[in-house]
DNA sequence: CTAATAAATGAACGAAAATTCATGTTAGAA
DNA sequence: TTCTAACATGAATTTTCGTTCATTTATTAG
């Protein structure tokens, strides 16, 4: 390429990221994702086939860069039960930093499905093992009770996260902070899958 | 009235039950609806303000009915624990035996607030504090740990329950059925949060 | 049976956007 | 400097529905 620089193609991006959390995807209109990068409307369409194919790389950039992040925060424990509390509290900081990021994920997560048949998540499920593969982790290591089952539990830890934050994107006046929910919710679940209680 | 009979009501809100949960509600079509009710174009707007009263409508009668359901299978239930316990056996066999309305739930919950500015949503906050009653009773009770904060504790185990469903609602052979299901998320959820522990 | 009213119809309308494309602009090679 | 291919533009085109409304059909009262 001569021009065509990365540079449009990420101000296009970073202005849907904008636009789409604000209005929602089908609300969202092309015009004003190419006004709010500054560029003309047919500039859109020399970057992206169409306005699915904007949602779908950005959906695929951002999930990128949000499971390498985790996957280095968690690196950085070597206990699991420490692992699944550095989870938590990373999941839902990255909420917090970026709000814009956190409603995308929460709303277009659950319409993928549906506009997008043939769009399989990698991503979102490669997001999901690394909790999974944390409690598998530890009932070898006889942490976790035998009959938890990973499959099951790791949904139920996302979920309990996942709604904490979709509570947040929606109000505007947090009640409670990251600490405190972080802490809450990994408390109950590590009480609740553990094998020695106190 | 003379006629317009509750039935056509009745067939347009089940029409679009199955076409918005086929297709979401932006690629949901009037026509298609109408199609599917067996009655003309024309006939959903006698019945139905415009498309967003479709799914307002919709929405408004399938919590009426999930929240009734739910607050009799509690009210059987004496211990907090045990309200828990089938709480979350309720609501996965809800999801199971609906699975249009769960989908209609999972992705219009999350919507809702970028389409429908000022739709608030009453009946599932309600919902959500039947969880967060019963937290209090069970605090009060000296069965639940002090530090719970039940509206924290409330979104966590919904959360949990929700995901899971999530995940039926996409998967066309569920991995785990209900029973399991249940017990696991109730089993740790309770775990987590009660005070003796075994 | 007839009129009067209500309900239902579906073709047609029009507004809203996605996408295209003829034209203009730019950046680098020669 | 000139040439040209790549890039960018945004007005025009096309498509896609939600919604309307003139007309037809059904219902009930007198």
């Not at 950085?76 to 699944?84: S, Y």
């Not at 593969?133 to 790791?154: N, T, V």
Request: aromatic share 10%; glycine share 4%; charged share 35%.
């Amino acid at each position: 390429m001569r021009h065509k620089s990365d540079e449009k193609y990420r101000k296009i991006i970073a202005a849907a990221t904008k636009i789409f959390a604000q209005k929602g995807f089908f609300k969202a209109r092309v015009s004003e994702i190419a006004k709010e990068a500054g560029i003309a409307d047919g500039t859109v369409y020399i970057y992206f086939k169409h306005k699915d194919d904007i949602l779908i790389s950005l959906f695929e950039e951002k999930m990128q860069e949000v499971l390498g992040n985790m996957k280095e925060q968690i690196a950085l424990e070597t206990d699991p039960l420490k692992k699944i509390e550095r989870f938590a509290l990373v999941h839902l900081k990255l909420i917090e930093d970026h709000k814009d990021i956190a409603e995308i994920i929460q709303v277009e997560l659950r319409q993928s499905s549906k506009f997008m048949k043939n769009y399989n998540n990698t991503k979102f499920l490669e997001y999901l093992d690394l909790i999974s593969k944390i409690i598998q982790e530890g009932k070898e290591k006889g942490l976790i009770r035998d009959d938890i089952i990973p499959g099951i539990a790791k949904r139920a830890f996302f979920g309990a996260l996942d709604e904490m934050s979709r509570f947040w994107v929606l109000s505007k006046k947090p009640k409670y902070d990251i600490q405190t929910a972080s802490r809450q919710i990994t408390n109950f679940f590590i009480h609740g899958i553990r094998k020695q209680e106190t």
